[in-house]
């Protein structure tokens, strides 16, 4: 004979993973972001993974274009020098 099953349900617990901070503060908040999941039940966790993937995602990419150019006038092209 086992013993029943307690009738009780218990709360999502905290996983206690600790955040690095990386010094970007975009990353660092989508790093945030996974708390959120620490006090969803397990099938709420793909929605919060999904939003921090796709916003780190944006990041990586945001670094390999490159930095934004500066605001003003364009930078005149020098004329192409024929020689022959």
């Known amino acids: ?3 029943p099953m307690p009738d009780t349900v218990t709360e ?3 996983l206690g ?3 690095t901070p990386t010094g970007n503060a975009e990353v660092d ?3 945030e972001r996974l708390a ?3 006090h969803l039940a397990a099938d709420g966790h793909t929605e919060v993974y999904e939003d921090v993937h796709r916003g780190l995602r944006e990041a ?3 670094l390999d274009a490159g930095p934004a150019p500066a605001p003003g006038p ?3 092209v ?3 020098n024929h020689r022959s």
């Open 1 to 3: 004979m086992s013993d």
């Open 60 to 62: 990586l990419s945001a």
């Open 29 to 31: 908040g989508l790093l």
């Open 74 to 76: 364009p930078v005149p």
């Open 12 to 14: 999502p617990a905290p």
């Open 36 to 38: 959120d999941a620490d």
């Open 17 to 19: 993973v600790v955040r």
């Open 78 to 80: 020098p004329p192409y």
